[in-house]
C-alpha cells in the first residue's frame, strides 16, 4: 500500500546516473543498484558537517544492522549533503550500508530536488514496488528504533496505539526499567532497586549538568527535596543526565543528592520522546499510582522559588494556593522588594559609583535584561538609547533603565555597559537570579517597567518601544489605550484604498497592523500599512501617500507612520522609521 498520497517510484531510475547503474559501499564495492528490487529501500540525506546527523547515524546503523540481521529485506542508501570528497569518505566509513558515490553530483541534486529536501537528516522509505512510504522516517527510527519496520502507515498507526496504551496502563516500572535493567543509581554509585520507587511520589529531573540551567535551578530543586523530607513527603527524585561525557556525568552524580539513570541509558532518548520534552530544566512529577501529575512543575519552582514546596504534589488546588500566596506577594512588591537584598542595596554607574535604590524610589524605573553576546539585544540597543535619552529629556528626575547582565564575563560585561547612558547592577550580583525568576524571563533583550509605586507597570516595554517609542512612557495600561486611540485619529483624512505605481497590479488598502518592513523604501513602520494581502505588499502611509498624490504627509505624520530604531524578531533583526 503506498503511504504519503500514493506516489510511486522507479528505483532504479531515482538512483542511476550516467552510464552508472550501480551504488557503492564504503570499501569502494560496487552492487547492482538492480540487486535492490523486493527490498525496502531507505534514502537518506546527511552530512558530515550537520551535528544533527551526526547524532542520528549511529541510531540509523543500529537499527539497520538489527533489522538486517533478522534477514529483513531492507537497504538504505546514503546521499551525501558533504561538501568535499574527504569528508564524505570520512562519514561515509562508519556506516554499514550503501551511497550514491560523491562524484555523481547531478544525481544527488536530483535526489534532493525529487523529495524536496530542505533540511537534514532526512530519511525517505520506499517500499519494494516503489511507493513512498514516509518522508518522515528520521522521526520514527529515534521513536521506535527497528520497531518501525516495515514503514508503513499500517504500523505507525499499530505503534500510536501501542504508544497510548502505554500510556492508559503507565507506572512507574514502565517508565524506568529498561530491559535487564531495573535499578537507578544512587549518588554513591549504587544500584537502587525501581520497585522501591513504588507507592511513591516521583520527580523525573531533566537537566543538563554543564548549563546554566542546571546551575540555577539544582540547587532550589535540592533545598524543595529536602524540605519534603522534613516534612514526612513520600518523594523522590530520579534525575535524566543530558550530559554526553562520562566524566562530567560521574563528578555530578557524586555531588547529587537524587536518584540517576544510568549515562548514556538507551531508555533517555525514549523518556524524551515519551514525556515530549521542550525545554531544560523539565520536572515531570509523577503519581503515587505511577500516573504523571503534571508535565513540568520547573515553571511553578522557577516562579516560587523554594516557596514551591508547599504546592506538592502540585495539583490544581495546591496550585491555587500557590497562586493566592503569589498574587499576595505581587500586591505588596515594592522597588526595595526587588532591588535590595541584604547590603546589595545600591545600582551602579558605569564609573561604579554606588546609586542607593532608595535614590530611585517613587521614579518609573525599566529593568532591561540583556547581553553582549546576544546579536538581538546589540540590534536593539540604538532604539533603546534613543527612546531613554527622548524620555530623559522631557522627565529627567522620574524615569530611569537598569541593566541586568546575563554576561558571562567581566571584559563583555564591561564593553557592553560602557555603550549604555545608564545604571547597572553589577556583574556577580546575586539579585539577577531573583529578577529573573520573578519575571519568568525566558530570552533576551527583555524590558520590565516598574512604576513609581513599585509595581510591575508592563512586560512587554521592549515591544511597546518598537511600536510607540518614547511615547509609550510610562508605559501604564491607561497611556497604551491614549496610544490606541490616537492611532485610529492618525488615519482620519487619509485615503481608504489607493493606486500605487510600485504596486500597479492590485489597489492598496489602509490596514491597521504590526512591524512590517516598507517596500517602498525597504524600512520598518507599524501601526498603519498601505496592504496588498495577495501579495504581501506593504507601504508606509508616508510612501504611499506621497507618491500616490504628489504631496507630503508632514513631519509629525510621518513620524507617527513609522518609529525609529530596531525591532528583533527571534534572530532577525530589522531596522525600524
Known sequence: MAGNGGETYDITSLLSGNDRDYVVRNNGDQVKIADLKDKTVGLYFSAHWCPPCRGFTPKLAETYQNLTSQSKPLEVIFISHDEDEESFTS?????????????????????????????IPSLVMIDANG???????????????????????ERFAELKEIAEAEKRNQTIRSILVRGERDYVLSSKGDKVPVSELEGKYVGLYFNDSRSGEWEEFTPI?????EKLKQNNENFEIVTVLLDDEESSFNDTLAKLPFYVIPFED???????????????????????????????????IEEHGVDAWEGFPFSQEKMGILEEKAKAKLEQQTLESLLVRGEFNYVVRKDGTKIPVSDLVGKTIILYFSADWCGPCHAFLPKLIEEYNKIKSKHPDSFEIVFVSSDRDEDSYNDF????????????????????????????????????????????????????????????????????????????????KIKHELHESHELVLTKCGPYCCDGCDEMGGNWSYKCRECDFDLHPKCALEKADGENMG????QNAAQEGYVCEGDVCRKVE
Open 221 to 225: 530543586l535540592t533545598q524543595i527535596h
Open 266 to 300: 538507551k531508555s533517555i532518548e525514549k523518556l524524551i520522546r515519551y514525556f515530549e520534552l521542550r525545554s531544560l530544566p523539565t520536572l515531570v512529577m509523577i503519581g503515587s499510582d505511577g500516573k504523571t501529575l503534571r508535565n513540568n512543575c520547573a515553571d511553578v
Open 131 to 153: 511507493n513512498l512510504l514516509t518522508e518522515k522516517a528520521v522521526g520514527f527510527v529515534r521513536e521506535h528504533m527497528s520497531d518501525a519496520y516495515p514503514f508503513t502507515p
Open 417 to 496: 555597559y560602557s555603550s549604555m547612558p545608564w545604571l547597572a547592577l553589577p556583574l556577580d550580583d546575586p539579585r539577577k537570579s531573583f529578577l529573573k525568576k520573578t519575571f519568568k524571563i525566558r530570552g533576551i533583550p527583555s524590558l520590565v517597567a516598574i512604576g513609581p509605586n513599585g509595581k510591575t507597570v508592563s512586560k512587554d516595554v521592549r515591544m511597546l518601544l518598537t511600536e510607540h517609542g518614547a511615547h509609550a512612557y510610562p508605559f501604564t495600561e491607561e497611556r497604551i489605550k491614549e496610544l490606541q486611540v490616537e492611532i485610529e485619529n492618525m488615519a482620519k483624512g487619509w485615503p481608504e
Open 91 to 119: 562519514y561515509f566509513s562508519e556506516m554499514p550500508w550503501l551511497a550514491v558515490p560523491f562524484s555523481d553530483s547531478e544525481a544527488r541534486e536530483r535526489l534532493d530536488e525529487t523529495f524536496k529536501i530542505r533540511g
Open 555 to 558: 513631519e509629525e505624520d510621518g
